[in-house]
């Protein structure tokens, strides 16, 4: 079956303007998770959502970074006033249920100039 | 704090070869550890989990929790295996936050 998905592949934005990233996780999962990978790091947590809530947010750097998940499968993960510290691969991964495997997608690459 | 820390940036050894990547831990409750890769131009896979205890492209990891380690080990190292390795813990049980370490590149040389 297809594995989880990530729009647009590639972002390239100017500072101070706003993206969207989206995520269409496998269908079923019920976790979803976005995570940020820095040049020369690991994947870094974000956000975690269980259905439609985010139940753990405490990985999100600012209040400029927001996500969303209104139906339970896609989620988008909003950055505002987008700044050249935001460049990097946001992954997103999703799983059956918390203690399962999470698989991830390809990632999004945001640079912003 | 849950930290989790990968010693070598780059590690390269010839086919055939022993690999063995360090993994090393910090967390005060029961973890549960990982290893994932990336080959090229493919998305972060899990290879392994500590609880599966379990060989995976004969690779192995054992949870040593004296020396809070969770080293990753093959006897033989093959091209294929050159990939982007990173080391995950999360706490045990239900949901919990997982951590990954800042990853080590395996180069195999043919």
């Known amino acids: 079956g297809a594995g989880v998905s990530q729009t647009p592949s590639n972002k390239v934005t100017e500072k101070g303007k706003y993206v969207e990233l989206r995520c269409d996780p496998i269908s079923g999962h019920t976790a979803l998770y976005w995570y940020r990978q820095s040049l020369g790091q690991g994947p870094e947590f974000l956000i975690y959502f269980q259905g439609t809530g985010a139940a753990d947010d405490s990985g999100l750097p600012n209040d400029r970074f927001f996500a969303v998940r209104p139906e339970g499968s896609v989620s988008t993960l909003k950055i505002q006033r987008t700044e050249r510290g935001d460049s990097a691969v946001y992954l997103c991964?999703?799983?059956?249920?918390?203690?399962?495997?999470?698989?991830f997608g390809p990632g999004t690459r945001l640079l912003v100039l | 704090a849950q930290r989790v820390t990968q010693p070598e940036k780059l590690l390269s050894v010839f086919k055939g070869a022993p690999v063995e990547l360090k993994c090393n831990y910090s967390?005060?409750?029961?973890?549960?550890l990982f290893w994932y890769v990336q080959y090229s131009r493919q998305r972060l896979q899990l290879l392994l989990r500590?609880?599966s205890r379990e060989s995976i492209k004969g690779f192995t990891a054992d949870l040593n929790k004296g020396e809070t380690s969770f080293h990753l080990k093959k006897p033989f190292a093959q091209e294929e295996d050159s990939a982007m390795y990173y080391c995950?813990?999360?706490?045990?049980?239900?949901?919990?936050?997982?951590?990954f370490g800042t990853g080590t590149k395996l180069q195999v040389i043919p």
């Open positions: 500590h609880i």
């Open positions: 995950a813990l999360k706490g045990a049980g239900g949901y919990q936050k997982v951590t």
């Open positions: 991964a999703s799983s059956l249920s918390p203690s399962e495997t999470q698989y």
């Open positions: 967390y005060s409750g029961s973890p549960e």
